[in-house]
């Protein structure tokens, strides 16, 4: 069983930054790649960012490209998401989780999901 942890989401004004953190429970952290998904109010959880074992990987979404920053720091078991030039459609609950499988953008293939942290963009 994994447990995962999300912290510092909040509200910030269009074209700021946040920086997302996910603190896993198991030493284990460092053999799953990281997914960072988003749900928006009346949408579906999307496909948001994800980095490999050693970090030598990421992929993002083509929305957030540029703006967001997926990192980890595999001593610490913690991943990273820095968002800058924060816009109101990021707003969302952003989670993270982990998977074995390097079809990381899809959904399913996560095992573990953390219970989510709120960014809100105003205008």
């Known amino acids: 069983q994994v447990q995962l942890a999300e912290s510092g989401g909040g509200l910030v004004q269009a074209g700021g930054s946040l920086r997302l953190s996910c603190t896993a429970s198991?030493?284990?952290?460092?053999?799953?790649?990281i997914g960072w998904y988003r749900q928006a109010p009346g949408k579906e959880r999307e496909f948001v960012a994800a980095?490999?074992?050693?970090?030598?990987?990421?992929d993002y979404a083509n929305v957030v490209k540029g703006r967001f920053t997926i990192s980890r720091d595999n001593a610490k078991n913690t991943a990273y998401l820095q968002m800058n030039r924060l816009k109101p459609e990021d707003t969302a609950a952003y989670y993270c989780?982990?998977?074995?499988?390097?079809?990381?953008?899809?959904?399913?293939?996560?095992?573990?999901w953390g219970q989510g942290t709120q960014v809100t963009v105003s205008s």
């Open positions: 989780a982990v998977t074995y499988s390097s079809s990381w953008e899809r959904e399913a293939e996560y095992d573990y």
């Open positions: 980095i490999t074992q050693r970090g030598d990987v990421t």
């Open positions: 198991v030493h284990t952290f460092s053999t799953y790649i």
